[in-house]
């Protein structure tokens, strides 16, 4: 979860970015607003971790402040990555202790947090830094650190008892990971580039990344690192002490070998589970074009949480919302990110609401404008399924998926492409394929979606893989996404056996054949004309620069498919209201008003994203909903005409009558035998 996993740098440089920041770390003087303090926290396991505080000097020692926290594997004094801190770009100091990792500096002192009454405290995870015992990459002990440290921050004598937790990659995955513990204190949590499911950092259905091999290796290092020999002697006894098992690193490392999704190791380690249902405040950041911590899982994530729910997406890759490149430009493309992530934290860590009203989520397309959604995906989205070409691909291991890191061959396997658009198409959320295969065990699958311009250059903006088990049918999500695809477009889906600037996994040489296949893309319905603040993102330019490739104009006249769905011009759906009455539960009867031409011929409900009713003929008038929930929810209706699929409809409603009479049946009263 590093900022940079670039297959083209030395291979030990690239894997070793993992779950690490573009931002230099190392030992440095504390800002001159702080007063540093070392601090012990001793869990009931008999782990002790290691704490460094940063206190606001301008204030008495027992003020009460409320605490921000970051908790991960980089704040060892002698540098973030240890030894490999010259060839990752990090200081690295085995000496002197001139104070705290400087990993976050950039935010605390961007944000002026400690003059705003924040307190800030970093902690070492288990085996690293000054934390004893053996690293769990993400495991129960790890999320165990997560919970003790939370908790020992609120029950502090300066500390309100409201935390917030900060980070970005592996110190997001702990964020996430104290919204799935749900410790005492914990207020709110702001997670940019997380993984949230650690098993997809290494594999996606069972196919290896080039990482899974040396990421696991490189924790073991920064793990066996030990601080400055200028440093407390509790730091450094604890830096070299293993209070776990014996062997545990090289136990770790074999278990993240386990390629099967559904090993124990890893079900502890998939924090979508542990998300669902919890309502502890989020602040989400995702790029869509992540080359590292890759964007697998986080609609599915993000969603799961029940609680108030922030979030900018877009098309960057491993980056901070502040992060610039030489030039001072954002490398996000978007202004504000020290002032919104405050006014976060403001409100839900002191209950201070701001005049300034933030989007509840920013999004960037794919040219480079900004959006405002209440949602994502949003409520507006529909799924339509295209039926793929069949046929027959070499499972050689030569195909390449784009000319941003690969070279040719491109375009190798079984294409399909949808009709030229007339108008503009958009998509927002996750692809999902279907693929029913003839081939033997550990053949390699992978589905790649393509925007194919005017000129014939296809641009990869969502794949997916999975490990064959043999013959049969796989049925898989691909990356999330959200891409508009201009009029004169096509979307081009490609069926191959392999992927290798992505994927590592070993090619078999077999002749894999493609009996059926089908991909399930999320449309959306409603028109978006609306923008926000936001500047097209660095990695987009450059990404739009190298991915495409050309496809021969005659694989796309020969591999178009006339029935595959595309979207009718999108709705003009207004804004989505509440219906001031409340309305019958029981029976809810809507109208359909149809259009001049190109009839309506089906209607589809969906309540609260899932289908609710179905109605066909030859021209649908009005149909019926029953039973909808209580409270409100939302309605949002698509309708399919011979000018193709689009929603009519997407508005929230307010049920206020039960689904049945309710009817109470006196039992007979039975005499106990005695």
């Known amino acids: 979860m590093h900022a940079a996993f670039r297959v083209l740098k030395s291979t030990l440089a690239v894997l070793a970015l993992a779950l690490i920041a573009a931002a230099t770390a190392g030992a440095a003087p504390p800002p001159a607003d702080a007063t540093w303090t070392q601090e012990y926290i001793h869990e009931s396991d008999g782990t002790t971790l290691h704490a460094d505080v940063l206190r606001p000097k301008s204030l008495p020692a027992t003020a009460k402040t409320p605490v921000i926290l970051s908790i991960g594997p980089y704040f060892n004094h002698s540098g973030q990555t240890g ?24 935010y605390i002192n961007g944000t002026h947090l400690l003059d705003r009454g924040y307190t800030w405290v970093q902690v070492d995870l288990r085996g690293f830094g000054g934390s004893d015992g053996c690293l769990d990459w993400g495991g129960p002990g790890e999320q165990a650190d997560v919970r003790s440290a939370v908790e020992w921050a609120a029950g502090q004598p300066w500390s309100t008892g409201k935390v917030g937790m900060y980070g970005k990659s592996y110190d997001a995955v702990t964020g996430l990971a104290g919204i799935v513990q749900q410790p005492r204190g914990l207020s709110a949590v702001v997670a940019q580039e997380p993984v949230y499911d650690l098993y997809r950092y290494l594999y996606m259905n069972r196919t290896r990344y080039s990482n899974s091999l040396l990421t696991p290796a490189l924790y073991d290092a920064i793990a066996g690192t030990p601080g400055p020999a200028a440093d407390e002697l509790a730091y450094n006894f604890n830096s070299i002490n293993d209070t776990a098992r014996p062997g545990c690193p090289a136990q770790n490392y074999a278990d993240q070998q386990n390629s099967d999704h559904g090993a124990d190791y890893w079900k502890p380690r998939n924090m979508i589970a542990g998300l669902r249902g919890k309502k502890t405040p989020l602040f989400l950041t995702q790029g869509l074009l992540e080359n590292n911590t890759k964007p697998d899982g986080a609609a599915d994530a993000f969603n799961a949480v029940a609680g108030p729910k922030r979030a900018w997406i877009g098309m960057w890759d491993h980056v901070r919302g502040n992060d610039t490149d030489a030039n001072g ?18 409100l839900y860590l002191k209950g201070q609401s701001s005049s300034v009203q933030d989007p509840r989520i920013a999004v960037e397309t794919n040219d480079g404008k900004w959006r405002a959604e209440s949602d994502w995906p949003p409520h507006d989205a529909f799924n339509a399924t295209a039926t793929l070409k069949p046929g027959s691909y070499q499972d050689d291991g030569q195909n390449n998926g784009s000319g941003d890191g690969g070279t040719p061959p491109y375009g190798l396997g079984v294409w399909t492409f949808s009709p030229q658009f007339d108008h503009e198409v958009r998509l927002s959320g996750t692809p999902h394929a279907t693929v029913d295969v003839d081939a033997q065990p550990n053949d390699n699958l992978y589905v790649d979606v393509y925007d194919v311009g005017p000129d014939n250059k296809a641009t990869l903006f969502s794949r997916g893989a999975y490990l064959l088990n043999g013959a049969g049918r796989a049925s898989f999500d691909l990356y999330d996404q959200d891409w508009v695809f201009p009029a004169g477009h096509w979307i081009g889906v490609l069926v191959t056996g392999a992927q290798a600037d992505w994927w590592a996994q070993p090619p078999t040489g077999d002749q894999v054949t493609v009996k059926s296949a089908s991909l399930s893309l999320p449309y959306l319905g409603c028109r978006r004309t609306d923008t926000i603040q936001g500047d097209p993102s660095v990695r987009l330019e450059d990404y739009m620069k190298n991915a495409p490739f050309d496809v021969d104009p005659k694989t796309i006249s020969d591999n178009t498919v006339a029935g595959f769905p595309v979207p009718g011009p999108a709705a003009n759906c207004g804004k989505s209201v509440v219906a001031k009455r409340c309305i019958d539960r029981r029976k809810f009867r809507f109208r359909v008003h149809q259009p001049r031409h190109g009839r309506i011929v089906r209607v589809t409900a969906y309540v609260n994203g899932k289908k609710k009713a179905v109605k066909r003929g030859k021209r649908v008038k009005s149909f019926t909903l029953k039973r909808l929930p209580k409270g409100v929810f939302t309605v949002k209706i698509v309708a399919r005409a011979k000018s193709g699929q689009r929603t009519i409809s997407v508005r929230k409603y307010r049920g206020c009558k039960k689904s049945r009479p309710h009817t109470h049946v006196k039992k007979p009263h039975r005499h106990r035998r005695r």
Request: glycine fraction near 10%; charged fraction near 30%; charge should be negative.
């Open 329 to 346: 430009r954002l490398l996000m493309g978007r202004k504000g990110w020290f002032d919104e992530t405050m006014r976060f934290y403001d």
């Open 83 to 106: 030894p490999a801190g010259p060839v990752e770009d990090t200081p690295y100091n085995p000496v002197t202790a001139d104070g705290p990792s400087d990993r976050f500096y950039d």
